[in-house]
């Protein structure tokens, strides 16, 4: 079979694949998964058009690494074949181990960080692949001696970024998000094992990094989409708590699974073929199937979460920088457990809720940017850049209620 495919994508024009070991992990069950994994959760309920999936960034990603890996080779950085392939697998698969919704959903159904799972799914292709994605894995793990290959896949400058930013912002037609990624991958280079950019793109980077500041707050946690995600997760642990408790929830076999039992790392561990069998069978379909169903669920929480995530019924929000006074929640709660719907007060909780959301464009705690100047001199982003990088983190406290207690 010719696997020299292309792939026409909206955002960067026609994406080739390198390599055919690409082609067969693309044709893959697990990665075809990802085309049934929303990339913006809920974000569509806001930005219409913002419907595009896991599949098509992982993609991109990939496409932009090839282009990072030309850039360096170019410079005179050694990467072999092997790494270079192993980097592209890396990242490639770095999103595989996305629960539905993406994030929506991260540990409600599975107590596992989605980057775990995805390291779960690649040791299993590896298995599969007869030992062709140990350089991946090594890579996406940072325990591969050329530590840039990591930072191209993971870090505050990398190509899962690059491209998500460049994505969600054509899709939500949020030009705030749109960046020089062009620029940028040509500025980087590597010193002393590490990522790093050339002097002349810094402004490049700062413009990067304002984008996603800016998209994180009118995008990502734009307060419509945070209530209707914040919804979400609190349909499935009600439909979860009934469940614990023997109670009837419909659902599809692998999301039953997940409901009725409780699951953690440890479970992985042990028995890590059927866990991962069951868990890629879950996406999006079956989430929207559930809650169509269970939007006539004998429970009330469970049907009215359910019903007003279908029919878009989303709750008020509103956000503030201290968190909300107990009192005037409790009030509220008290409120709507005395009205009409008689749910009680340890009910009202999933109907009346509070939180936070918190946000930096930038760490100074964790590896930082790199700049590296003409004399040879490298500095850390918060050092080199006249704009004043704030790694200061921003945090928002939010309380979600329906309409009804109104």
């Avoid at 069998?277 to 169903?293: E, P, Q, T």
Wanted: overall charge positive; hydrophobic content about 40%.
């Amino acid at each position: 079979m010719n696997k020299k495919k292309i792939f026409n994508d909206p955002v960067y024009g026609f994406i080739s694949i390198p390599h055919g070991i690409i082609f067969d992990l693309i044709e893959h069950p697990f990665y075809q998964r990802l085309r049934r994994i929303s990339q913006l959760g809920l974000s569509h309920y806001v930005y219409p058009g913002a419907l595009h999936t896991r599949f098509n960034h992982a993609l991109g990603a990939m496409h932009l690494m090839t282009q990072a890996i030309e850039t360096l080779k170019s410079k005179d950085v050694e990467i072999t074949k092997k790494e270079a392939r192993g980097v592209l697998i890396a990242i490639l698969l770095h999103d595989i181990g996305h629960a539905p919704f993406s994030h929506a959903l991260e540990h409600t159904l599975v107590n596992v960080h989605h980057e775990e799972l995805s390291e779960f799914f690649m040791q299993k292709l590896n298995k599969e692949f007869k030992g062709k994605l140990d350089i991946a894995i090594q890579i996406f793990k940072n325990e591969y001696p050329k530590k840039f290959l990591h930072q191209l896949v993971s870090s505050q400058l990398d190509m899962d970024r690059m491209d998500y930013l460049n994505r969600d912002s054509f899709f939500t037609g949020v030009s705030e998000g749109v960046i020089g990624y062009h620029r940028i991958i040509k500025m980087l280079t590597v010193k002393d094992n590490e990522l790093v950019v050339e002097e002349k793109g810094i402004y490049s980077v700062e413009k990067f990094l304002i984008a996603r500041r800016l998209m994180y707050w009118q995008v990502y946690l734009h307060k419509t989409v945070l209530s209707a995600e914040q919804m979400l997760i609190r349909a499935l642990q009600r439909a979860k708590e009934l469940a614990q408790k023997g109670v009837q929830v419909e659902g599809s076999d692998g999301l039953r699974y997940f409901l009725y039992n409780n699951l953690s790392r440890k479970d992985f561990d042990k028995k890590s073929d059927e866990l991962l069998n069951m868990y890629a069978s879950l996406d999006d379909v079956d989430i929207l199937a559930a809650l169509k169903k269970w939007s006539s669920h004998d429970d009330f929480v469970l049907s009215f979460l359910s019903k007003s995530i279908i029919e878009r019924k989303l709750f008020k929000i509103k956000l503030q920088n201290e968190p909300f006074k107990s009192d005037y929640v409790e009030e509220m709660r008290q409120k709507l457990s005395n009205n009409q719907l008689k749910i009680g007060f340890e009910n009202s909780a999933y109907l009346i809720f509070t939180g936070k959301e918190s946000n930096n464009a930038y760490s100074t705690k964790k590896d930082e940017i790199k700049i590296l100047y003409k004399n040879g001199k490298v500095l850390p982003m918060s050092d080199a850049s006249d704009y004043g990088i704030q790694p200061k983190i921003i945090t928002k406290n939010y309380l979600c209620y329906p309409n009804i207690i109104l």
